[in-house]
């Protein structure tokens, strides 16, 4: 899985993917390299923030199920992205993200690198943030997947073009630090929600 599965904690994040500059026919190039090159590495990223950004598009729109069947979930979301992709080859990936919201579908309970927000506990993301190896790289994937969720929330409360600027994250990550503190035991997906549906767009 390459960055998302091998790197080191800061590799999981990529400015260009969250900020809606990552295109789709780099996404589609990506798809189509072998395994642990750069390209391919980025396009796994990118699965990963489209499951986040569906997840908090599809919570905020009360259409969110999830399934246990991981490799058919994530083909049937990543396919109609590809669809998206072939017709729009120029426009971004957050655009793909948005088309796939009007047509939902479960999406898979666990992510590629292993992060099941429904059962991933506030308390092992601060107690991540202060470790070392797989701790840290879940909970700099976490805040990740945060992000992607937030992002995905404002496209259904707000406006479905309506990109939050990645200039903006640290405010979510840090609304995130300080009330997953608070409530050690809430999991990732409900204190994602909670923060997300708070969130109204933020200036650059």
């Known amino acids: 899985m390459g960055v998302v599965t ?3 904690a800061k590799a999981i994040s990529d400015r260009r993917i969250e900020d809606a500059r990552y295109a789709c026919i780099t996404f589609m190039n990506g798809e189509n390299e072998e395994n642990g090159n750069k390209g391919s590495d980025r396009a796994e990223l990118a699965r990963f923030w489209l499951i986040g950004f569906l997840t908090g598009a599809y919570d905020a729109d009360s259409v969110l199920e999830f399934s246990d069947d991981k490799s058919v979930a994530e083909h049937a979301i990543i396919a109609r992205v590809k669809d998206y992709c072939e017709e729009n080859i120029d426009n971004s990936i957050h655009a793909a993200a ?6 939902p579908e479960p999406l898979p309970a666990t992510t590629a690198i ?3 927000p429904r059962a991933y506990s506030c308390a092992s993301y601060s107690d991540g943030l202060n470790s070392r190896g797989n ?3 879940l909970s700099e994937a976490a805040e990740f997947w945060a992000f ?7 496209s259904v409360r707000h406006h479905p ?3 939050i600027s990645v200039a903006n994250k640290r405010k979510i990550v840090r609304a995130l630090k300080q009330s997953c503190a608070r409530n050690p035991t809430r999991t990732l997906l ?5 923060i997300a549906m708070r969130v109204r767009p933020l200036p650059e």
Not at 98 to 103: K, L, N, W
Not at 190 to 194: F, G, K, L
């Open 6 to 8: 091998a790197g080191p």
């Open 98 to 103: 948005v088309g796939s919201v009007s047509q």
């Open 114 to 116: 292993g992060l099941d």
């Open 135 to 137: 701790a840290k790289s």
């Open 148 to 154: 992607a969720f937030v992002q995905g929330t404002v």
């Open 161 to 163: 073009r309506l990109v």
């Open 190 to 194: 409900d204190q994602t929600s909670e």
